[in-house]
C-alpha cells in the first residue's frame, strides 16, 4: 500500500444548522399610516413598488451603494435631498438566488441577520434589521420581497449613527409600500410541518456525518477511508431522496431546497470519488476527491443559511 496523505480536512465541519428547527413566524406590525402623519406626502413609482415619502426628503439620481448589494435601476430617497449619510434604495435584484439575500452580499455580512416577516399594505416581506457589513460603517436594515414571476424586490434603509433618527422614517415610508404589476406575496412565515420534517433527515445525516468523519480521521487506514466515505456517499443521497418527497408551499422555500438538494447530490458524488480514490490507493485522486468533499459541504453550509434568511432557526 502506498504511503500518502488521506487525511480529510478539518474545516469541512457542516453546520447542523437544521438539526432542531424552531419557528421564528410572528409577523411584525408597521405603522401603515402615511410617511410623515401630519405633513403632505408625495408619491414615487420604483420598479414593482409605490411609496409615500415625507415632502423633506427628495429624490436623489444615484446613491454610493451598498457592497455586494447589486440593485438594479435603483430609486433613491434621502432627507433634503442627500443621499451620503442617509437614505432609502429600492429595486429589484437578479433571479436564481436560493435565499432573499444574495450570496456575494451574505459573504460580507459579519453575524448572521434575524430574519422578520413583515406585514406590508399589501403584501408581506422578510425584514433584515441592524445588519452589520464590510466595508459599510452605517446602520442598515433590509426588507425582501419574493417574486415568483420574476425578480425580487429590494429596499435598504441606511443612516449613519449621527442620524439615526432617519432610520425611522425610512421603515415608515417602505410601510406605505404598494406594489405594481406584481402578485402579492402573503404568508411568508416558515412552516412548522414542513420545518420538522426538513430538520429529521438533516439531523439524521450530520449525526451519520459526524460518526463516520471521526473514523477517518488521521491515522485511519486506507481501508476506513474507503468505507467510510462509501457510507456517507449512501447517506447523502438517502437525504436527497427524503428531500424530493418534501412539497414547501412557498416560492422562496423551494428555491432554497432546490438548492440544498443540489448541493447534497454534490457531496453524494465528492464521497464516491474520494472512495474510488482509496480503493485505487490514488494520491492524486484522493486529492481532488477530497478537495471536492470540502466545497461540497461549503456548499450545503451556504444552503442551510439560506433557511436562515427565511426565519427557520436552531
Given at each position: 500500500m502506498h504511503a500518502f496523505d488521506h487525511r480529510l480536512p478539518t474545516a469541512t465541519a457542516m453546520m447542523p444548522v437544521l438539526a432542531v428547527v424552531a419557528i421564528l413566524g410572528f409577523v411584525a406590525?408597521?405603522?401603515?399610516s402615511h410617511?410623515?402623519?401630519?405633513?403632505?406626502?408625495?408619491?414615487?413609482?420604483?420598479?414593482?413598488?409605490?411609496?409615500?415619502?415625507?415632502?423633506?426628503?427628495?429624490?436623489?439620481?444615484?446613491?454610493?451603494?451598498?457592497?455586494?448589494?447589486?440593485?438594479?435601476?435603483?430609486?433613491v430617497l434621502a432627507p433634503g435631498g442627500d443621499a451620503a449619510n442617509a437614505?432609502?434604495?429600492?429595486?429589484?435584484?437578479?433571479?436564481?438566488?436560493?435565499?432573499?439575500?444574495?450570496?456575494?452580499?451574505?459573504?460580507?455580512v459579519r453575524k448572521p441577520p434575524d430574519a422578520e416577516v413583515v406585514d406590508l399594505p399589501e403584501t408581506?416581506?422578510?425584514?433584515?434589521?441592524?445588519?452589520?457589513?464590510?466595508?459599510f460603517d452605517q446602520m442598515l436594515s433590509i426588507y425582501a420581497i419574493p417574486n415568483p414571476g420574476g425578480n425580487p424586490t429590494i429596499l435598504a434603509c441606511y443612516a449613519s449613527v449621527a442620524l439615526s433618527a432617519y432610520m425611522r422614517t425610512c421603515e415608515q415610508i417602505v410601510a406605505t409600500l404598494t406594489l405594481v404589476g406584481q402578485q402579492p406575496s402573503y404568508d411568508l412565515a416558515p412552516e412548522p410541518g414542513y420545518a420538522r420534517r426538513l430538520s429529521a433527515s438533516i439531523g439524521a445525516l450530520d449525526a451519520q456525518r459526524d460518526a463516520l468523519r471521526r473514523e477517518m480521521r488521521q491515522?485511519?487506514?486506507?481501508?476506513?477511508?474507503?468505507?467510510?466515505?462509501?457510507?456517507?456517499?449512501?447517506?447523502?443521497a438517502n437525504a436527497a431522496a427524503s428531500l424530493s418527497l418534501l412539497e414547501p408551499s412557498l416560492f422562496a422555500t423551494a428555491q432554497a431546497q432546490a438548492a440544498l438538494s443540489r448541493s447534497i447530490l454534490r457531496a453524494r458524488d465528492a464521497y464516491t470519488a474520494l472512495a474510488a480514490a482509496a480503493t485505487a490507493e490514488s494520491?492524486?485522486?484522493?486529492?481532488?476527491?477530497?478537495?471536492?468533499?470540502?466545497?461540497?459541504?461549503?456548499?450545503?453550509?451556504?444552503?442551510?443559511?439560506?433557511?436562515?434568511?427565511?426565519?427557520?432557526?436552531?
Amino acid at each position: 500500500m502506498h504511503a500518502f496523505d488521506h487525511r480529510l480536512p478539518t474545516a469541512t465541519a457542516m453546520m447542523p444548522v437544521l438539526a432542531v428547527v424552531a419557528i421564528l413566524g410572528f409577523v411584525a406590525g408597521h405603522d401603515r399610516s402615511h410617511a410623515a402623519s401630519g405633513e403632505k406626502s408625495r408619491r414615487i413609482l420604483g420598479g414593482s413598488v409605490l411609496l409615500e415619502y415625507p415632502s423633506d426628503w427628495e429624490p436623489v439620481a444615484s446613491a454610493s451603494g451598498i457592497p455586494g448589494l447589486s440593485i438594479a435601476h435603483p430609486v433613491v430617497l434621502a432627507p433634503g435631498g442627500d443621499a451620503a449619510n442617509a437614505g432609502l434604495i429600492t429595486g429589484q435584484l437578479a433571479g436564481g438566488e436560493p435565499s432573499p439575500l444574495p450570496e456575494r452580499f451574505m459573504t460580507r455580512v459579519r453575524k448572521p441577520p434575524d430574519a422578520e416577516v413583515v406585514d406590508l399594505p399589501e403584501t408581506q416581506a422578510y425584514r433584515y434589521a441592524r445588519l452589520s457589513i464590510q466595508g459599510f460603517d452605517q446602520m442598515l436594515s433590509i426588507y425582501a420581497i419574493p417574486n415568483p414571476g420574476g425578480n425580487p424586490t429590494i429596499l435598504a434603509c441606511y443612516a449613519s449613527v449621527a442620524l439615526s433618527a432617519y432610520m425611522r422614517t425610512c421603515e415608515q415610508i417602505v410601510a406605505t409600500l404598494t406594489l405594481v404589476g406584481q402578485q402579492p406575496s402573503y404568508d411568508l412565515a416558515p412552516e412548522p410541518g414542513y420545518a420538522r420534517r426538513l430538520s429529521a433527515s438533516i439531523g439524521a445525516l450530520d449525526a451519520q456525518r459526524d460518526a463516520l468523519r471521526r473514523e477517518m480521521r488521521q491515522g485511519a487506514s486506507l481501508f476506513t477511508v474507503q468505507r467510510g466515505a462509501a457510507r456517507l456517499a449512501a447517506g447523502f443521497a438517502n437525504a436527497a431522496a427524503s428531500l424530493s418527497l418534501l412539497e414547501p408551499s412557498l416560492f422562496a422555500t423551494a428555491q432554497a431546497q432546490a438548492a440544498l438538494s443540489r448541493s447534497i447530490l454534490r457531496a453524494r458524488d465528492a464521497y464516491t470519488a474520494l472512495a474510488a480514490a482509496a480503493t485505487a490507493e490514488s494520491p492524486s485522486r484522493f486529492a481532488v476527491a477530497r478537495r471536492q468533499v470540502y466545497e461540497a459541504e461549503t456548499s450545503i453550509n451556504a444552503a442551510l443559511e439560506s433557511f436562515a434568511l427565511l426565519g427557520y432557526r436552531t
